[in-house]
């Protein structure tokens, strides 16, 4: 079954703690990207990487860092730097002109 | 830049009325637009691609350049359609191909 895996489904972090966030892909396409979901605000791009050992910063960086060191994985984590990490966060993968294939996602929760 | 806009929040219609989602999009090349639904408990999910110009579960969207609009449409609302729908517009920017999404509309389709 190809697809995209994100783990875990439910996350807790306590204050000042980084804590990292899974996502694989069988799917073989290059590029792969984080939104974070918020009520209200749609998704909002975290971080992409187009290509192995590549990344970018999307539009609501700060206090987030990832790494792509293999095609299939894309981890990210939440450091203690970001202040309101509270939410849904979704990874997908994209083969133009198809599309974006979505995760399951991961709800992160501060305790 | 590159901007998406969903003017209704929440969308509630009869069973049997006719839907119109309404998406409006800036972009100053050639747009590749996308809607993706999240019905509860699921993942985000593609729905229609305007390149495909295809119906999916009843459901059409045609791109107008001249109104830079991509409403989706579907004539005949069913409860089963009560679903998140996003908006999206595939671009490339200083380079860069990313989607950004709308903020999302709500349809409550009810009995």
């Known amino acids: 079954d190809g697809g995209i895996t994100q783990s875990p489904k439910y996350l807790f972090r306590k204050e000042g703690q980084n804590v990292t966030l899974s996502c694989e892909q069988n799917?073989?396409?290059?590029?792969m990207y984080w939104y974070r979901q918020d009520p209200g605000q749609g998704l909002r791009l975290i971080y992409y990487s187009q290509i192995v050992n590549d990344f970018q910063k999307g539009d609501i960086a700060e206090g987030y860092s990832v790494s792509r060191e293999k095609k299939e994985s894309f981890p990210l984590t939440v450091t203690s730097a970001q202040k309101n990490p509270t939410a849904f966060y979704l990874c997908?993968?994209?083969?133009?002109?198809?599309?974006?294939?979505f995760g399951s996602g991961t709800r992160l929760t501060v305790v | 830049a590159q901007r998406v806009t969903q003017p209704e929040k929440l969308l509630s219609v009869f069973k049997g009325a006719p839907v119109e989602l309404k998406c409006n999009y800036s972009?100053?090349?050639?747009?590749?637009l996308f809607w993706y639904v999240q019905y509860s408990r699921q993942r985000l999910q593609l729905l229609l691609r305007h390149i495909s110009r295809e119906s999916i579960k009843g459901f059409t969207a045609d791109l107008n350049k001249g109104e830079t609009s991509f409403h989706l449409k579907k004539p005949f609302a069913q409860e089963e359609d009560s679903a998140m729908y996003y908006c999206a517009l595939g671009g490339e920017t200083s380079g860069t191909y990313k989607y950004i999404f709308g903020t999302g509309t709500r349809l409550k389709v009810l009995a």
């Open positions: 997908a993968s994209l083969q133009r002109p198809y599309g974006y294939t």
């Open positions: 799917l073989n396409h290059d590029a």
């Open positions: 972009y100053s090349g050639s747009p590749e």
